[in-house]
């Protein structure tokens, strides 16, 4: 590949990148940082079309029918993680092949803005997600806990119900307690149930 390949390589590259980014916000609305990222995406187009102009030629268009598509925001970003990082290595194989120092100078702040700002951008807002849904666990965790020390206590007392223990073990989250100790605790129930039945006899 010559320079002015690279140059219509890199252009093509972009656009694609910008309309899935494009395409993101109209699903989804405004969401951080797509905006902004495209604001600066549409500058460094502008800039490598002057420069394709300038050696010459005319700015190619890229195939854009099948982008891919995000089925939830939580996707979106990481899509958009994919593509950040194919473009870093995208631009570190083309500078190390480009001759024109201009054109080396634009491929090195194109891959600078990818890496720089774009990639941790996106990766901040799926750590914050995942922060989320370990917060979300942890309050469920507590809630079955509180549950779970009720249930003990009624153990303790012998004023537990079979009922009330087999809606206590059919709970969703129940896993989150550990299987040994509910099954400690299932034993433990169980065999009350046996002795107040022999006492029945």
Do not use: C, H, W
Not at 43 to 61: A, D, N, R, T, V
């Amino acid at each position: 590949m010559n320079d002015n390949e690279f140059l219509q390589a890199a252009i093509k590259d972009e656009q694609i990148a910008f309309a899935t980014y494009a395409n993101i916000v109209q699903k989804f609305g405004d969401i951080k940082p797509f905006s902004a990222i495209m604001q600066t995406q549409l500058k460094f187009i502008q800039e490598l079309s002057y420069m394709i102009k300038k050696q010459g030629e005319e700015p190619q268009e890229a195939d854009i029918s099948d982008i891919e598509e995000a089925k939830s925001i939580e996707e979106a970003y990481e899509i958009a993680l994919v593509i950040e990082r194919k473009t870093i290595r995208f631009y570190e194989k083309m500078i190390s092949n480009v001759q024109n120092e201009e054109i080396k100078d634009l491929f090195y702040r194109l891959q600078a803005s990818s890496y720089n700002d774009n990639l941790p951008a996106f990766r901040k807002k799926l750590e914050k997600k995942d922060e989320i849904k370990s917060e979300n666990q942890e309050l469920n965790l507590g809630k079955n806990g509180e549950e779970f020390g009720q249930i003990l206590q009624k153990l303790i007392n012998k004023d537990i119900k079979p009922n009330d223990f087999l809606s206590f073990l059919n709970s969703s989250n129940l896993s989150l307690l550990g299987g040994v100790l509910v099954g400690g605790v299932a034993a433990s129930v169980i065999s009350q149930i046996i002795d107040d039945k022999n006492k029945d006899l």
